[in-house]
């Protein structure tokens, strides 16, 4: 086993090395060419050359390696950094969407308070319109009686300003009615003339009564003058 073992070594380091199998077994030297025959150069440069550049394919692809561990890192970085952007700006978005849903509703609520507000001032111009043609309508109620108050009261003063003229139209038209007859007569003297009037006849009883009616146009008439 040990000398197994040692078989490459022996092999590559030492060109005359002949394993024992071979000594053994004679028809296998036939097969067998040592190094040194001239038809078969020695492998050992070849072997050489292909192990260095195993050996550089190998520091190529180690390097290859590192490099892309480096890539895949700093992608897995960019891509942890472009994950934690992205929910940031997912974070902003949802803020900004509330944002905007409270300025609709706030924009609403406004534009529903200010309907409300325009409804209000239209009701209440309307009702201010109304009292006011209720206000005219009743001070045209009250000018109306009250110009038939003054007209009712201008009619009175009239008829009593007649009444005391007809009652001192009367009483003049008595007085020539009673003066008359004894001037007509000649009677003087207070006795004739007293007598003449305690004469009563129809036409001057018809007259007192028409000078009572009188008397009363005039005692209305004081009345309205000393209001």
Same mark, same amino acid.
């Given at each position: ?17 002949? !394993? ?8 296998? =030297? ?13 492998? =050992?440069?070849? *072997? ?10 190998? $520091? ?5 390696? /590192? ?5 895949? &890192? ?16 997912? &974070? ?18 406004? *534009?529903?308070?200010?309907?409300? /507000?325009? @409804? ?25 009686? @009250? ?13 009593? *300003? ?18 008359? !007859?004894?001037?007509? &007569?000649?009677?003087?003297? %207070? *006795?004739? %003339? $007293? @007598? ?17 009616? /009188? ?13």
């Amino acid at each position: 086993m040990a000398a197994d073992a040692s078989l490459p070594w022996k092999l590559y380091h030492n060109p005359h090395f002949l !394993p024992d199998s071979l000594h053994d077994s004679p028809h296998l =030297l036939l097969t067998y060419e040592t190094p040194t025959s001239p038809l078969h150069p020695n492998p =050992l440069p070849t *072997v050489m050359g292909d192990l260095a550049l195993a050996l550089a394919e190998i $520091s190529e692809l180690r390097a290859e390696l /590192d490099l892309e561990r480096r890539m895949r &890192r700093a992608a897995e970085s960019l891509a942890k950094s472009v994950a934690r952007e992205l929910a940031d700006e997912r &974070r902003a978005r949802a803020d900004a969407e509330a944002e905007m849903a409270r300025c609709r509703e706030a924009a609403d609520r406004a *534009v529903r308070e200010a309907d409300e /507000d325009r @409804r209000m001032l239209k009701l209440a111009e309307a009702w201010r319109e109304e009292r006011v043609k209720m206000k005219l309508a009743h001070a045209a109620l009250v000018l109306e009686e @009250r110009i038939q108050e003054v007209a009712s009261n201008a009619m009175q003063k009239t008829s009593e *300003v007649h009444c005391v003229a007809a009652a001192r139209h009367g009483r003049e038209r008595q007085g020539r009615e009673i003066e008359n !007859p004894h001037i007509r &007569r000649g009677i003087n003297g %207070f *006795v004739e %003339f $007293s @007598r003449a009037f305690r004469v009563r006849s129809p036409g001057l009883g018809r007259d007192r009564e028409r000078g009572g009616g /009188d008397l009363e146009c005039e005692r209305a008439h004081l009345r309205v003058l000393m209001k």
